[in-house]
C-alpha cells in the first residue's frame, strides 16, 4: 500500500497536469499490442528495403538509375519520416492519433502499390521512398506518447514489448521480401506487401486508445535556445553519428553478401538476423537504461557497436560470420532508439541548473522536454539520407573488399558518437 502511494504521489509531483494517474493496465495491454504492430508493419517493414535495395544494386532496372539514387530513396524513409514530426504532431493535438494514422496508411499503402507500377526511376523516389516515408511518421509518431499515458511502473515492460515490434517486423518481412522477389517478382513483392500493411495498421488505427485530455501532453515546436548548451550539442552530435553507422550496416549487409559470394537469399537472411537480433536487444536495452542510466547506456552499447563492426563485420568473410555479427550487431544496434528517451530524460535539469534564464517559449520543464525531444529528429532527419549514399560512394565494385571503406565509416562513426556521449555524461556531472 505505501508504494502505491508513493507511485501516486510521485507521479503527481511529476506530471502536476494529471487528474488522475495512469492505470497501469486494462485497455492498457490492447495498446501495447498495437503499438507492437505498428513498430512491426512501419519500421520492420522499412528494415527490408536493404533486401530490395541488393536486388536494385544487381539489376538495371530504371533507366539513368545509379547506386546513390537507390541509397536516397531508403534514406527518405527515415528522414521524411522524421521531416513529417511537426505537422502530424499538430494533426494529433487537434484530433487525436487516429486521423493522421488512417492518413498513414493511405499514404504508405499507396506507397508500396505505386512503386510495384513504376517504370521510371522519379516513380520509385515518390513512392518507395516518399510516400512511403510519409505513411511511417503518420502512423508511427501519433503512437510515440500512448503508452506513457497508461503505465508507470510497467512502462519499461510495456515500452520493451512495443519496441520488440520492429525487430520482428523486419525478420519476417526480410525473409518474405526475398522470398517473394526470388519466386514471384519485385513487383508483386511491393504489392503484397502494402496489401498486408495496409490492412494491419487499419486495424491498429482504430483500436488505438489515447487518454490526452486526462493527461494534456505538451505538443511544442522547437526552441533554439536549447542549442546554447554544451550538452544539447553533444546529444545531437550523438544522434547523428550513431545514425551513419546504423543505416550504414542496416542496409548495407545484404549487398555486403554479394560482395563475398553468398546468395541472394543469404543476403536476404543477413537483414533478418538484424531484425532478429533487434527484437531480442531493444526489450533489454529499455531495461538497462533504467536500471544503470540512459546516457551510461547509451554511450556503452554505442562504443560496443563500434566493436562489433571493426572486430566482426571488418573481418567476415564467411557466412556463419556474418550471421554472428547480424544477430550481435542487431542487439545492440537498438541503441539508435534510446535517443527518444534519452532527450526526454533532459527534462527536470532543464529547470535547475544552467537553464536559469527562462528561454522564451519555454515557460515550463514539460514544454522543455518537448522541444529538446523534438531536436534529434531534425538531425536524423539528414543523417538517415547521408548515410548509405556516403556508404556506396566508399564502396568500391570490383575490388577484393568492396565494403572495406564503408564498414570503416560505420565503426568509426560509432566510436567518435560514443566519445560524444562520455564527454555528455562529465559535462552533466558538473
Not at 488512417?102 to 510495384?116: D, E, I, P, R, W
Not at 536549447?226 to 550504414?248: M, P
Not at 515550463?364 to 548509405?388: K, M, N, Q, Y
Not at 560505420?410 to 566519445?419: D, E, R, T
Amino acid at each position: 500500500m505505501a508504494n502505491s502511494h508513493e507511485l501516486r504521489l510521485n507521479h503527481t509531483q511529476t506530471h502536476p497536469h494529471d487528474s488522475e494517474p495512469p492505470p497501469d493496465g486494462g485497455y492498457g495491454w490492447i495498446n501495447v499490442g498495437v503499438c507492437f504492430s505498428i513498430s512491426c508493419f512501419t519500421w520492420g517493414v522499412v528494415t527490408s528495403y536493404s533486401v530490395y535495395l541488393a536486388y536494385y544494386l544487381a539489376h538495371d532496372l530504371y533507366p539513368g538509375s545509379s547506386s546513390l539514387d537507390y541509397a536516397i530513396i531508403g534514406g527518405l524513409n527515415f528522414s521524411i519520416a522524421t521531416l513529417v514530426a511537426p505537422i502530424v504532431t499538430i494533426i494529433t493535438r487537434i484530433y487525436g492519433p487516429r486521423l493522421p494514422m488512417l492518413m498513414g496508411v493511405v499514404f504508405q499503402t499507396s506507397g508500396y502499390c505505386g512503386a510495384s507500377f513504376a517504370y521510371r526511376l522519379w516513380h520509385v523516389y515518390f513512392c518507395q521512398g516518399a510516400l512511403i516515408g510519409l505513411g511511417v511518421g503518420f502512423i508511427y509518431i501519433p503512437s510515440i506518447a500512448i503508452l506513457s499515458q497508461w503505465f508507470t511502473a510497467k512502462r519499461s515492460l510495456a515500452n520493451g514489448i512495443s519496441a520488440a515490434g520492429s525487430g520482428i517486423g523486419g525478420l519476417v518481412f526480410s525473409f518474405a521480401v526475398g522470398a517473394m522477389i526470388h519466386n514471384i517478382s519485385v513487383s508483386w513483392s511491393l504489392r503484397i506487401t502494402g496489401m498486408i500493411t495496409g490492412v494491419v495498421n487499419l486495424a491498429a488505427a482504430l483500436l488505438i486508445r489515447h487518454r490526452n485530455e486526462i493527461v494534456q501532453p505538451p505538443q511544442r515546436g522547437f526552441d533554439v535556445h536549447l542549442l546554447r548548451r554544451l550538452d544539447v550539442i553533444l546529444l545531437l552530435a550523438w544522434a547523428f553519428l550513431s545514425t551513419l553507422g546504423q543505416i550504414t550496416l542496416l542496409f548495407s549487409l545484404p549487398d555486403f553478401a554479394r560482395s563475398i559470394d553468398l546468395s541472394v537469399s543469404q543476403g536476404a537472411a543477413l537483414s533478418a538476423f538484424v531484425s532478429l537480433g533487434t527484437a531480442i536487444g531493444r526489450p533489454c536495452i529499455g531495461v538497462l537504461s533504467d536500471r544503470f542510466g540512459k546516457i551510461e547506456t547509451a554511450g556503452t552499447l554505442t562504443l560496443l557497436c563500434s566493436f562489433t563492426v571493426l572486430a566482426i563485420w571488418l573481418p567476415a568473410t564467411s557466412y556463419g560470420v556474418t550471421i554472428l555479427f547480424a544477430i550481435f550487431g542487431g542487439a545492440v544496434l537498438g541503441v539508435f532508439w534510446v535517443v527518444s528517451r534519452l532527450a526526454a530524460s533532459f527534462d527536470v535539469n532543464l529547470v535547475d541548473g544552467k537553464l536559469d534564464d527562462r528561454a522564451p517559449g519555454c515557460r515550463d520543464w514539460r514544454t522543455r522536454r518537448a522541444s529538446v525531444s523534438a531536436f534529434p529528429g531534425v538531425v536524423i532527419r539528414h543523417s538517415s539520407c547521408l548515410s548509405e549514399v556516403i556508404a556506396l560512394k566508399l564502396r568500391r565494385p570490383g575490388s577484393q573488399r568492396e565494403y572495406l571503406y564503408p564498414q570503416i565509416f560505420a565503426g568509426l562513426s560509432y566510436l567518435v558518437a560514443s566519445f560524444c556521449l562520455f564527454l555528455l555524461r562529465q559535462v552533466r556531472r558538473m
